[in-house]
């Protein structure tokens, strides 16, 4: 087994301020600490590269039931019912954390010119030559796209997986066009659901499987939609749109879908939620 962790962080990862302090602790005995300059939440010590790589070597499953693809298909109306107040015309998109590639089909069949990324080279590879499109895998930052640059970057679920977003937004930068977006969906650390949770557990009145709304398994950093806002905004993006991500229920009927996105959502914070930044040059 490859050790497990890195080196603790003596400053914030994200914003490099010194105002840090532990935030909580979960059940799998994993700390988490708080920056008070930015906000962001995030795992100290993190796991290590060797690590991870184990732990996600065969994460994805190109295979997926119908009802998974279908509630797949509602998350996708609701993220590209958004986009399109901004990009109305179509052009390159990639699907950074391509994962079963429903999302990436999804937007091509809406006319996008979609490629595909994922760190999973044996699935990523079964999935190129099933979709009939380009998939990239491997190490990001070593991948050669040539003279190519993209209108969107679309990140479903993905950059609190990542160890290093500060990194990651300026190799999407790179490969961005002038005035492009970028879509990021993430989880909801100040989520009702979690907030209530995490006051019952610090009165001691909560006490079996604490904080595992955090997803340390596999989640790195814990977002909200103003620590999001301001590491976009600290790495060269302007944030947009911004919106609380409805569950995928693809059955509900009309009416109740109505009152849970048009009114419980704009009222309730979600489990997730969604931005739409644009790049500034």
């Keep these: 087994m490859p050790e497990k962790f890195d080196k603790k962080y003596d400053v914030c990862p994200v914003c490099r301020s010194a105002d840090i302090h532990h935030y909580h602790s979960d059940y799998r005995d994993n700390d988490i600490y708080k920056c008070d300059n930015c906000r962001v939440q995030f795992m100290n010590p993190v796991y290590s590269d060797a690590y991870l790589a184990e732990y996600y070597a065969g994460y994805i499953s190109p295979e997926s039931t119908q009802k998974t693809i279908d509630e797949q298909h509602e998350v996708c109306k609701q993220n590209f019912a958004a986009i399109n107040r901004f990009m109305p015309d179509k052009g390159e998109m990639l699907d950074f954390g391509l994962g079963n590639g429903t999302y990436a089909l999804y937007a091509r069949d809406l006319g996008w010119q979609v490629s595909g990324y994922d760190v999973d080279c044996s699935t990523t590879e079964e999935l190129a030559k099933k979709m009939n499109m380009d998939i990239r895998c491997g190490d990001f930052d070593k991948l050669d796209w040539g003279d190519r640059k993209f209108d969107l970057i679309y990140a479903h679920h993905v950059v609190e997986h990542l160890k290093d977003p500060v990194a990651r937004l300026k190799s999407f930068r790179a490969i961005m066009k002038k005035d492009s977006f ?9 989520a009702w659901g979690s907030k209530l949770k995490y006051f019952l557990e610090r009165l001691g009145l909560k006490k079996t499987r604490v904080g595992k709304y955090y997803d340390s398994e596999h989640h790195i950093f814990y977002y909200n939609p103003d620590s999001l806002g301001k590491l976009l905004q600290m790495n060269g993006f302007k944030l ?25 959502e704009k009222l309730v914070a979600g489990v997730a939620f969604f931005v739409i930044a644009q790049k500034i040059d």
């Design 182 to 190: 970028l879509y990021i969906g993430v989880p909801n650390i100040s």
């Design 240 to 264: 947009v749109y911004k919106s609380n991500a409805s569950k995928p229920k693809p059955y509900q009927n009309v009416i109740t879908k109505f009152l849970r996105q048009k009114v419980k």
